[in-house]
């Protein structure tokens, strides 16, 4: 029987008071029409300054933790996705791992832009499966009100902030039991300049502020975003009618429809969170599978099908049996 990566449990950290488009009208010239319109999204939170990225992370993974019924002594290894670390390092995860009392294993960001809770399935579900690690703690989390450039109104009305977690445990089940079946990902640095942000913390002077084509952005995501999707279920040999769910990156609520169409999948068989969190980035992939689990729409047994696409291009597509 294959080793396989479990998702034991889910959590999530959603900052501050909700900031609904009205309310984000009387600060960028926009208006609840344009943005809803355009993109789904009805509301956002934004952290509050307590609220770093590792804050929320760890918030997040308590909860994680907590479902899963797992103590934070059994955690092996931490990986946290992130594109707004709190530091250049020591990276946001050492500090997670220091606010969860964890003193052994292993800790390390990830650095994909959205594509990064994909990237970090990824890199847990090639450890444990290699023997490397038993329990690993997966952690998106964002704070992109830090890097809005709030002159910019074709972006800042898109992000908000939030973390979500799981649990990943090592387990040997049989070829229809629960697990990690398989996870692609994919970069293409050649589309590095239609979505970036213009510094960091190694640039003198400029702490940098996100830059987007979004025209670009969409005409990329729906075709890469179609691969991934077709090259998940090939590899198991699977097709559309096996997914019980589509967990989306929520980013738009224009892409998310055009994958579920393609998959032909009913308008109750995807996640939709982004009309609540907006574009949380890393975050969003599990704090809406959070939200799934939560309320019971997701159950054990049900074959989810994840995928992602960010800056750099980085992209990519994961399908896990609950
Ligand atoms: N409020 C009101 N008007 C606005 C706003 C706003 N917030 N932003 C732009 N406009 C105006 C523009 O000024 C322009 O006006 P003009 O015609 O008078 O010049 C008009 O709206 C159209 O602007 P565009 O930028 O061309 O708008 P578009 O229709 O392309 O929609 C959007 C923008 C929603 C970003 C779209 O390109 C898109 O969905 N892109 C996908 C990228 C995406 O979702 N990115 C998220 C991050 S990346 C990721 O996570 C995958």
């Known amino acids: 029987m294959p080793l396989r990566s479990v998702l034991r449990g889910v959590g999530k950290y959603l900052p501050g008071e909700p900031v609904s488009n009205d309310e984000l009208a009387q600060r960028v010239d926009t208006s609840d029409a344009w943005i809803t319109e355009r ?17 929320m992370g760890a918030a997040a993974a308590r909860a994680a933790l907590s479902r899963a019924g797992i103590d934070a002594a059994q955690v092996d290894g931490i990986i946290l996705a992130t594109a707004t670390p709190d530091q250049a390092f020591p990276a946001t995860a050492v500090h997670v791992q220091a606010a969860l009392g964890v003193h052994q294993g292993f800790a390390f960001d990830v650095a994909a832009a959205c594509s990064g809770f994909i ?35 074709g972006t800042c009305v898109l992000f908000g902030d939030g973390a979500g977690a799981i649990v990943l445990t090592a387990e040997t089940t049989d070829s229809g039991g629960p697990g990690v079946l398989s996870t692609h990902i994919h970069a293409d640095g050649r589309l590095g300049d239609i979505l970036y942000v213009d510094g960091a913390v190694g640039q003198p002077d400029k702490p940098g502020h996100l830059v987007m084509n979004g025209r670009e952005v969409f005409r990329h995501a729906v075709a890469k975003l179609a691969g991934a999707v077709d090259e998940v279920l090939a590899s198991n040999q699977l097709n559309y009618k096996d997914i019980d769910w589509l967990v989306p990156h ?40 959070a939200e799934a689990v939560e309320d019971g729409r997701i159950k054990p047994g049900h074959l989810v099908l994840m995928e992602a696409l960010g800056g750099g291009l980085t992209w990519g597509s994961a399908l896990v049996r609950m």
């Open 119 to 153: 990237y970090g399935l990824s890199i847990a579900d090639a450890m444990i499966r290699a023997g490397q690690a038993k329990t690993i703690l997966l952690i998106g989390s964002e704070v992109y009100s830090r890097i809005l450039n709030w002159q910019d109104r």
């Open 39 to 55: 993109t789904g999204i009805k509301q956002r939170y934004f952290a509050q300054p307590h609220e770093s990225c590792a804050f």
């Open 250 to 289: 929520q980013a738009n609520r224009r892409i998310i429809d055009a994958i579920g169409k393609r998959l032909g999948l009913g308008a109750e068989q995807v996640v939709v969170t982004v009309d609540q969190h907006a574009n949380t980035s890393a975050a969003s992939i599990p704090l809406a599978l």
